[in-house]
């Protein structure tokens, strides 16, 4: 069970949202790359970026944060950024700059046709993050809920190759309400590609119960406000994952 740090990134700082709302945020860092370092030490093995200023602008922003988190951590681990990733040319100088994976959300939604090039041109670079309530796929920022049904839309993007699946619970995201555990397994029993869970994780409890699933392809989860309010160790939360596994 993969546990991913995720570094939201505001006008250059480490921010958390509530329900991804840009007007509800807490700043929990100056330093990107401080704070990538800080997970790592910690025994992350893939960090999580989201520019959170492109996601609302359609491009990249914080491209010099972004920069300075891929110095410091090099190759010791592998680095997937969101946020504003529309076009191809984008993809390819997010790879070439030493990103592994892409994430494409509303795009994938609403241009379906540019999500199929992108994994025709970057095979096993591209992750989907599916956004939803109640079973139904919002976009542009949580702002639109569609009539899209998440399982179909997942079955069809697997079809043209995307790496994984980013599953995030809206309602629950930045609340440390707890992971929507049912919704994610059900979800990953429909495809045959990973899983990863996101939105509400805020307790040792949660992992198990994630660890408990992780055979029904559920491969990691973003660890996001409680690792930063300190509700969740990111040590002892991976080294219990890890312990768990080897059962």
């Known amino acids: 069970m993969l546990l ?19 007007d509800q945020s807490t700043t ?6 401080a704070m990538a370092r800080r997970w790592v030490d910690a025994g992350a093995r893939r960090l999580h970026l989201v520019d959170l200023n492109g996601a609302f602008a359609g491009a990249p922003k914080n491209i010099a944060a972004i920069k300075a988190i891929l110095r410091e951590v090099g190759d010791d681990v592998p680095v997937q950024l969101g946020g504003g990733i529309r076009d191809l040319d984008t ?8 990103l592994r994976y892409v994430i494409i959300g509303t795009a994938a ?12 041109a970057f095979g096993g670079h591209i992750i989907v993050g599916l ?10 920022g949580w702002s639109k809920l569609t009539g ?19 599953y995030t619970d809206i309602g629950r995201d930045g609340m440390l309400s707890g992971i929507n555990v049912e ?26 119960q994630l660890c408990a699933v992780e055979d029904e392809g559920v491969e990691g989860v973003i660890c996001g406000r409680a690792i930063y309010t300190g509700d969740l160790d990111f040590a002892a939360a991976q080294a219990r994952a890890d312990a768990l596994n080897a059962v």
């Open 109 to 120: 939604v609403k241009n379906p046709g540019f999500l199929k090039d992108a994994c025709t």
């Open 28 to 33: 929990f860092g100056e330093d990107p790359a």
């Open 183 to 208: 919704a994610t397994v059900k979800l990953a029993q429909a495809v045959t590609i990973p899983v990863i869970a996101s939105g509400g994780l805020g307790s040792m409890q949660d992992i198990e």
């Open 91 to 98: 993809i390819e100088k997010c790879i070439d700059g030493g």
């Open 131 to 140: 956004d939803a309530k109640d079973g139904k796929v919002a976009t542009d």
């Open 148 to 166: 899209h049904n998440v399982v179909d839309l997942a079955r069809k993007f697997e079809d043209w190759g995307v790496e994984s699946i980013i």
């Open 4 to 22: 991913i740090p995720a570094i939201d990134l505001k006008d250059g700082h480490c921010v958390r949202l509530k329900q991804g709302d840009m």
